[in-house]
């Protein structure tokens, strides 16, 4: 592999960290229970779903370290890449979107059989990658990333029928900033954008009084490393600064149900880096959108025993 090759060419695993189900049998014992898809579809989140094991945190861990260098011969290949230069370089707050074109273990991290089994099941349909994301926030920082539906960033591709699975590569904790949601939200309708960073609250202006009610129920999802944590895409979430003596790093995968399409119409001005859009109508597919399920192929037609949303 040259230092420049795009891992994106690449549509299945490139190594061995996460073994692929051979059996409908192993399949089925990845899959959520009924009660977990109904936690779901009441809260618009479920948290608590073991994702990686210990030796794959660490192999993550080490790769976002090289990652987070912004020396990496792959950098240009990350969709967007936002650090804090002003900051300290070994306490450097990040978000990036486009890893999995740059480091194997983010790369296979798409192709980690939960991820696939339960996106499967809270989509309800064949899974398509869409993009994933890393957020990691030093110790003793800011960082707050305010309430919002990620869907209101994602109307240039429809309809909706997106998910997301965030993936903890350390404890979350309230101090160290883990992710906050608001139960029920996901029913709340797309509310306008009020922007990620700065006012945690700012989104408050724009709900009524009911929604104020359900604001005010707001949980912290705390994870174990290896832990994830699937919402729906209009699922209000956010998180507060890290106050602890240590890092809180984040992988993110976000997917979508496959016949997802193109809509870079309703985009307005810049700010999408080099993602990789596809033209106006167009169905989510080829070198940058994967097929990551498809039941018919994976569950040979077996599909009955499985709890999908909306049964
Ligand atoms: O990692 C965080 O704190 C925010 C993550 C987030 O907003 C997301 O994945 O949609």
Redesign the pocket.
Known sequence: MDSIEDLAIYHQPITDTFKQPDSHEQWLQLALSSEQVKTFEQQGFIAGIPVLDSDQVQCLRQQLDRLMNPNHPRNSLFYEYHVDESEDPDTVLFHALGGWRIEKGFHDLLFSPVIRMVSYQLLASAVRFFHD?L?C?PPQHGGV?SW?Q?FSYWTWTQPMAHL?C?IALDDTTRDN?C?HYIPGSHRWGLLPVTGLSGEMDSVRENLDSSQRQDFDRQVAVELHAGEAVFHHPLTM???FQNISSSPRR?A?VNLVADGVWSNPEALQGPGTGNFPILPQGEFLGGEFYPLLFDPQRELSGEIGEIPLVGQ
């Open positions: 994301q957020f926030k990333v919002h990620d997301t965030w900033g992710l979430h956010g998180s984040g993110v």
